[in-house]
């Protein structure tokens, strides 16, 4: 059981490229979650999927998308890298069932610079 | 939105000594109040997570206690020791699905010899 597992651990980028960030879970956990950590503001919401096929934006989704086409799979994709877009990301994935909320459990996190 | 403001933002003690840290949320539905801990480079933990209809929760030397009138929870650390030494940081979830949490900013708390 790996639990949530992202890749890749680092990446620079160049301004105007684009860019995957892949992450899994194999704990069959319905709720999964893209944040963004920038010294001094805590973790910021991007976007969350309720279940395969269901995806919504979170506090901070501009310059971002993301699809869910599998239970296990939420990728982030990165359209169009912008200096401000450098941070650590961590995705997050948690039961969710009859609206309770339950422990979200975090990747390792991905660390992202644009140059 | 919610909107969740966390204090202090460095917290310096003795070993030994007890850390509290607090926090103060804004939207009245929100009904679930974890804490997390961070060391450096490495992903956030849950150590202690506290629900609305419940005043206090208490696991070994961390206690959390939340009054829904004020909008208020706390993190307390009793007996505190040096890996005890983090970043720690409140969030807070409303209800709606998805299991949105709103963090603080985070608390820099180091336990000093």
């Known amino acids: 059981n790996a639990g949530v597992t992202q890749t890749p651990k680092f990446q620079v980028l160049k301004t105007g490229q684009s860019m995957t960030l892949q992450c899994a879970q194999d704990m069959n956990h319905e709720y999964m979650s893209w944040y963004r950590q920038d010294p001094g503001m805590g973790l910021r919401l991007i976007h969350y999927s309720v279940g395969a096929g269901i995806t919504d934006q979170g506090e901070v989704p501009n310059g971002y998308n993301v699809s869910r086409s599998t239970t296990e799979d939420f990728p982030l994709r990165l359209l169009s890298a912008a200096p401000s877009q450098t941070s650590v990301y961590f995705c997050?994935?948690?039961?969710?069932?009859?609206?309770?909320?339950?422990?979200?459990?975090f990747g390792p996190g991905t660390r992202l610079t644009v140059t | 939105g919610e909107n969740v403001e966390q204090h202090p933002s460095t917290l310096s003690v003795q070993e030994g000594d007890s850390a509290v840290i607090k926090c103060t949320y804004s939207?009245?539905?929100?009904?679930?109040f974890p804490w997390y801990k961070q060391e450096l480079g490495k992903r956030p933990q849950l150590i202690i997570d506290?629900?609305?209809?419940?005043g206090e929760k208490k696991d070994q030397r961390i206690a959390v206690t939340l009054n829904k009138t004020a909008k208020h929870f706390s993190l307390h650390i009793t007996e505190t020791q040096p890996e005890d030494s983090a970043v720690y940081f409140c969030a807070a979830s409303t209800p709606g699905g998805g299991n949105k949490l709103t963090f603080g900013t985070g608390t820099q708390l180091k336990v000093e010899l």
């Open positions: 939207d009245s539905a929100s009904n679930y």
């Open positions: 506290i629900r609305s209809n419940v």
């Open positions: 997050a994935s948690s039961y969710g069932a009859g609206g309770t909320t339950y422990e979200q459990y």
